[in-house]
């Protein structure tokens, strides 16, 4: 019975799927529409013109070349190369200091560093974790409730950059205790020391319109920040709370006579074990685990970062951040890198793969097997030989 059922279904179907003569007509067609609208989809055969006119639009488009109109005589050969291979045609810049003097090692993509700010995303989260710390609205084992059956501490809350939890603490502190600590990093103000290029970036004189100073704790709505600002935060929180002068020498008499410049000194050193801990697991499994490197051995040490994705509301397009440093005991490097685009893989994550590349590099090149005092001999030594051609 179930066989004759089984054949009777079969022919059933077999009857219907037979065409009649004016849909054998419409089938070609069809076709022709069907493959008209893939090709403007998806793009022509290879090898065809319209493959080809797409190609070269593809090229130039994502082709692009960084550090193209970068002037660099005097940048640390190593680590400028190593940043360039690892940004690739990636829309972005990197920035590199060394945190124990505030000595500029490279700028790839000048004209991006340069710029007057962006929107800093939630790389300014450990200001307001560092301002919740010092002024008692937070500790490290503090849990918020950042959802209806969930609560973080600081350290998850850095690690997996948890919007609400840094909202709250905004809401705290208040618009005025922000922009108070946003300052004494050096956001809103020029951190170089005769860098002429450099701009100040801004910071808001009132909460910004849309979600107030929740937003601006979160995101860093209203608030616009250059990688060599941040770069110098990061320094500042490295080196237990020194804030130097970026100095960029680009001469080789600067190179030579190269000395550091404190331009304040921040009394948190008590504070950053905390905060430190919670962009030391942002690296291990939070939003900056792509920048881990499994193969990493004494001579760096930890990587501590912290990374942000946002949409730019000034300029349009979304903004990847990753700022970070190692390590942890004494620290070695800053690097800041930042990534533009349209879309959803412009972000934090693959910002701090581009850095992950970069310490693995250098790594690879033994460049912190040399001790501090070497690298700046080697430094002024290439200064000289450049200045010689």
């Not at 089984?6 to 069907?34: D, Y």
């Not at 973080?152 to 108070?180: P, R, W, Y």
């Not at 941040?230 to 804030?243: K, P, Q, R, W």
Request: charged share 20%; hydrophobic share 40%; proline share 5%.
């Amino acid at each position: 019975m179930a066989d004759k059922i089984e054949g009777i279904h079969r022919n059933s179907i077999n009857g219907h799927m037979k065409p009649s003569p004016r849909t054998s007509q419409a089938v070609p067609i069809l076709c022709l529409l069907l493959a008209a609208a893939a090709s403007a989809a998806f793009g022509s055969p290879a090898g065809s013109p319209a493959a080809k006119r797409t190609h070269r639009t593809h090229s130039t488009a994502f082709n692009l070349d960084p550090a193209k109109l970068d002037a660099t005589s005097f940048d640390d050969a190593i680590v400028r190369q190593v940043a360039i291979d690892a940004l690739g045609h990636t829309n972005g810049s990197v920035v590199a200091i060394d945190p124990s003097t505030g000595r500029i090692l490279t700028i790839v993509n000048q004209k991006m560093a340069f710029s007057s700010g962006f929107e800093p995303c939630s790389t300014i989260k450990p200001v307001i974790a560092l301002a919740g710390l010092q002024e008692g609205a937070i500790t490290r084992d503090t849990m918020l409730r950042v959802d209806r059956r969930r609560y973080m501490d600081l350290t998850e809350a850095m690690a997996h950059s948890n919007n609400v939890f840094f909202e709250s603490v905004g809401k705290q502190l208040g618009f005025d205790t922000v922009i108070k600590y946003a300052r004494l990093l050096g956001l809103g103000d020029r951190v170089g020391y005769n860098i002429s290029e450099e701009q100040p970036g801004s910071l808001p004189l009132f909460p910004p319109k849309y979600g107030g100073v929740a937003r601006m704790s979160s995101f860093g709505g209203g608030i616009r920040i250059t990688p060599l600002q941040l770069a110098s935060l990061a320094a500042t929180l490295a080196n237990g709370g020194t804030e130097y002068y970026l100095q960029y020498p680009r001469t080789s008499e600067d190179r030579v006579n190269f000395a550091p410049r404190v331009r304040r000194q921040l009394d948190i050193a008590p504070l950053l074990p905390d905060l430190r801990q919670g962009m030391l697991a942002a690296v291990m499994y939070g939003t900056a685990r792509r920048s881990y490197d499994a193969y990493g051995d004494d001579t760096l040490g930890p990587t501590l970062g912290k990374t942000g994705t946002c949409n730019d509301e000034s300029l349009g397009g979304r903004l990847g951040w990753y700022v970070s440093y190692a390590d942890e005991i004494h620290p070695k490097i800053v690097l800041v890198v930042l990534i533009r685009g349209g879309g959803r893989s412009t972000n934090g994550p693959r910002a701090s793969q581009i850095a992950g590349h970069i310490y693995r590099g250098l790594r690879e090149r033994n460049y912190f097997a040399a001790s501090a005092s070497e690298r700046n001999s080697q430094y002024a030594a290439a200064g000289t030989a450049g200045a010689s051609h």
